[in-house]
């Protein structure tokens, strides 16, 4: 039996040596890059950004309806079986390009179409000089040059783009030192990139997300590389831990007087730092591994919500509220409009008029003017979307909560709008499913299931304990996320130092003996 204990004890000390050493420095890039994606994230335009950077439409002599705008758009490829089952015609816009207005039909991932809104004609191509008009406009007048056309680079490497490939890449001559990304399909400015995010993203977000190997040769394994490299990093981690309390002393103290075992100063600083921060050493990298949702943990079986079934159908054109009305009644009460936005929601046609405050909402063809919704419509579109399930609650939020929340813009998350007052629908089915409706567009703001929502604790609480009263409890978040993140630091870096002195020591030792054996 203590044979077996000391030979568990053997691999264990094994294990945790040599992963350590091919992991330390991946590891301290972890720790030391997720402290600066504290403050600077991955570039990204949001869309309070995106609505500063267009001018106010134009009431009069705007546009071409909808109906013609909307046929002057070439039919698309077929789509993949996963994308058609999203109601079709969402991300239909309103919305200006270097100046002029642009409908833009179709998102990102349905290969957007852009039509010019004052004469009907549809955009099939975007030249240098248009990227440097759009991007021009988009700063305001700022001085800017074209630099290039890329594909894919480092700062834009995210799915949501593809649509808008190649990218025009233009500096912009401002106080950020901005790169605007200008989409070649639609002309739209669709990422930004200022000269803070670009330098501090390189010891940021691209290292922590190991961008290195997007975009090249290594681009089609990036997914499983990050895997493997946390499962490897929580098994290194955990045996850490497993080691560390072995070798502490509890009760008593080692001849050298420490409770410690190791009289060399970074392996003692290594044992110290892991027995202080160890645990959530482990459990951030482990909640790292579940951000990639490994072999697919977070899908639930089963069928999925019925977005299609909810909205009551694909936009309809001729149904949708009319721009040239809205515009007009907006004006008459001397409101700016910079874009609208069309959407199928609870069976409606309606259309969102966004400039300064809360969009303001217009109902069907006609385009009548409406505070809300009617509740019994939403409400009843909602037992649409789970059929063979009932709604078993019904809750008002009036505020954030655990998993209704918003985050910083420069956070992974912070793009995402959470509106307040909306409504939480729980229903009945195996994988207890909830919805969450603005209950003034009947827009669906959330669907979460059983799957996602352990996904939201072992991932985002995990990884930066993001419930909103802690978020709120500020500079202590700030403290207690940099304290354990340099402890986790110090574990990784005297990690690199004993690695490198174990690695050292095998060849210098060869070395030695070859010199010694030589006559």
């Excluded at 910079?338 to 809360?358: K, M, N, P, Q, V």
Aim: net charge positive; charged share 20%; proline share 7%.
């Amino acid at each position: 039996m203590n044979s077996l204990a000391n030979r568990l004890k053997r691999w264990l000390y094994l294990v945790h040596r040599w992963l350590g050493i091919g992991l330390c420095v991946v590891m301290l890039a972890w720790f030391v890059s997720g402290m600066v994606m504290l403050y600077v994230g991955y570039p990204k335009l949001t869309p309070a950004e995106r609505l500063a950077g267009l001018p106010a439409l134009p009431a009069e002599g705007c546009c071409v309806p909808l109906a013609v705008a909307r046929a002057a758009v070439p039919a698309p490829p077929p789509a993949p079986a996963a994308r058609r089952a999203a109601p079709a015609g969402e991300g239909w816009r309103l919305t200006s390009v270097a100046g002029r207005p642009r409908y833009v039909f179709g998102d990102e991932g349905r290969h957007p179409a852009a039509v010019d809104a004052l004469t009907g004609r549809w955009i099939d191509g975007v030249s240098r000089d248009d990227a440097l008009a759009s991007a021009r406009h988009f700063a305001h007048g700022a001085a800017a040059r074209w630099r290039d056309q890329v594909q894919e680079d480092a700062w834009t490497h995210s799915r949501a783009l593809d649509g808008h490939r190649p990218l025009h890449r233009v500096e912009v001559d401002d106080a950020e030192g901005r790169w605007l990304y200008v989409s070649s399909t639609t002309g739209e400015v669709v990422r930004d990139a200022t000269f803070t995010e670009r330098s501090w993203g390189w010891v940021g977000a691209w290292l922590h997300w190991l961008y290195m190997f997007r975009g090249g040769a290594f681009d089609g394994w990036w997914t499983d590389i990050v895997i493997w490299l946390a499962v490897a990093g929580s098994v290194s981690a955990l045996t850490g831990l497993v080691v560390g309390l072995w070798r502490w002393r509890f009760r008593g103290r080692y001849r050298s007087g420490r409770r410690t075992p190791y009289a060399d100063r970074a392996a003692r600083w290594h044992h110290v730092a892991g027995m202080a921060g160890g645990v959530l050493a482990f459990t951030w990298v482990l909640s790292g591994l579940f951000s990639m949702n490994p072999w697919k943990l977070f899908d639930a079986p089963g069928p999925r919500p019925d977005r299609a079934a909810y909205a009551g159908g694909p936009l309809d054109a001729a149904q949708a509220p009319d721009p040239a009305r809205v515009l007009q009644a907006l004006a008459a009460q001397g409101t700016a409009v910079r874009e609208i936005t069309w959407h199928r929601s609870a069976g409606e046609h309606i259309a969102l008029a966004h400039g300064a405050g809360a969009p303001r909402l217009f109902v069907g063809a006609a385009a009548q003017a409406a505070d809300a919704l009617p509740d019994a419509t939403w409400r009843n579109a909602a037992a649409r979307l789970l059929p063979g399930a009932r709604i078993v609650d019904a809750e008002r939020l009036d505020r954030h909560d655990a998993h209704y929340y918003a985050r910083e813009p420069h956070t992974m998350t912070g793009p995402r709008e959470r509106p307040l007052p909306v409504w939480r629908l729980r229903f009945d089915d195996p994988n207890g499913t909830w919805v969450v409706i603005d209950p003034r567009t009947g827009l669906l703001q959330q669907v979460s299931d059983g799957h996602r929502r352990v996904d939201r604790w072992l991932f985002a609480f995990l990884h930066s304990f993001d419930l909103p009263a802690l978020l709120a409890a500020r500079p202590a978040w700030d403290l207690w996320m940099l304290g354990f993140s340099v402890a986790g630091a110090l574990l990784a870096g005297t990690a690199v130092v004993t690695g490198t002195r174990r690695l050292w020591r095998r060849p210098q030792a060869a070395w030695v003996r070859r010199r010694r054996s030589a006559p």
